[in-house]
């Protein structure tokens, strides 16, 4: 059922992405610059924006030029998989934090912050957790010690969570879930308080995909956070996970929803973008991808409240595009040698000519 569904997103994607025009006037900026220091990261400096990426513990480990260009490229990072409940807690009584623990070595030796991903969410859980029939009580009391333990060990290293992860369903209501269906949607409110709790300071998400034009979607997770707040949960912002692939967010609405939140008085992060091309590649093809990267980077740098642009991965060598969405690939600004294409080129021009500046004051970088 899943596959039929990726196939039928990614049959309309490849005809939306088809269909688009190419601006004859538009240009990327010239090869040379893009050699040039700074990197992202010092073009961002200025518009108080983090630039982030999803990093994988293996080539972080092995692959020497990885690490420069994320440490060159970017001021923020997250896990793409370490901290999952699956890989942090495989086992009841049994946590793994090495390969988090490195990635976050990585990140404070070169001043970068860091997003947590993620506490709470329906995939990637341990056998445990997935096959245990468990009363209500004994989950709540697994979902308390899981916040508690990851949350505390990291207390004032990880600057944000994105304490829970797609709890909303693409049909109705919130999705079904192991957690939902012990706990009730309770569960959502049960995690903020818990990760609170563990660290006051830290900064909590609710993350989603399908959530970024206006659809019934977004305002279903409109109407979730404005209720959380309501009720004094503490949420700090919303992340929007930016998957171009199931579908491209018209800039209006893209613009116009970032608004709504932010008049919630709520962050938002766009968290896990990418921006995959029906394959095969080629160099019209390149010049639609750097178009819609542009789009996105120009309306987060238009909305204040919009702090961060993360990218699932940078290099095009380790990205979850082929494997997930099969016809598609090459969806992140670098490529697979780690070279910089186009969309690389339009994000470090937009970062150069936003006329946004950081918030007068502002004393802590990763708040
Ligand atoms: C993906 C990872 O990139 C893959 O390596 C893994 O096999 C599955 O998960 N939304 C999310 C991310 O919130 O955690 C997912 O990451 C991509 C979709």
Redesign the pocket.
Known sequence: MERILIAITVFFYTCAFDRMDVDPNFQVMAVEDQAVAPGLRGLAARSGLLVGA?VAAEPLRGDEEYRTVLAREYNALVP??AL?FGNVHPEPERYDFNDFDEILAFAESNDMCVRG??LV?H??LPSWVEQRPSTREELTEVLRAHVHTVVGRYRGRVHYWDVV??AISDFWGFRSTVWSRAIGSEYIEMAFRFAHEADPDALLFY?D?GVEGLGRKSTRMYELVSNLLERDVPIHGVGL?V?VNQGIPRTDELESNLRRLEGLGLQIHLT?VDVGIPQPTTEPKLLKQAILYQKLMDSCLAIRSCTAFVT?GFTDAHS?VPSYFPGLDAALPFDSSLQPKPSYGVLRRSLKESSRTAPRGLTRRCS
């Open positions: 999803a793409e998989n999952k991903h993620t969410w995939r990637q992860n797609e993350n995909y996970q998957h896990e699932w979850w």
